[in-house]
């Protein structure tokens, strides 16, 4: 079972709600909207899947990292600490 499980409605939900920023940004490039409006919205954009990433790093170090069986605690706090580097490369 996955760590964010119990979160999985709302995490679904904050994915929609991106999915509706991302669609309104296309209609703002077919209206020829201002750049820095498109801008603006694609950092509010980031910003949201940043939290979505951050919660998910967090329920996977207390979910599969702590419960992890201490022979296999090593190899999942490898692959946390991957994940955090690839979002902080992003860009």
């Known amino acids: 079972m996955a760590g964010y499980t119990k979160d999985k ?3 679904q939900a904050r994915l929609g709600r991106i999915e ?7 209609k703002m490039v077919e ?4 750049c820095i409006d498109i801008l603006t919205q694609i950092s509010a ?4 899947l940043d939290k979505v ?7 996977h170090a207390r979910h599969c990292v702590m419960s992890a ?11 946390l600490m ?3 580097g690839r979002l902080m490369r992003r860009g």
Not at 20 to 26: C, D, L, P, S
Not at 45 to 48: D, L, S, T, V, Y
Not at 69 to 79: G, L, S
């Open 9 to 11: 409605t709302s995490i």
């Open 20 to 26: 509706g920023q991302v669609r309104g940004i296309e």
């Open 31 to 34: 209206d020829e909207r201002y």
């Open 45 to 48: 954009i980031q910003a949201a």
């Open 53 to 59: 990433a951050l919660g998910l790093l967090d329920d």
């Open 69 to 79: 069986a201490d022979d296999e605690r090593a190899e999942k706090t490898d692959e």
């Open 82 to 84: 991957a994940a955090v």
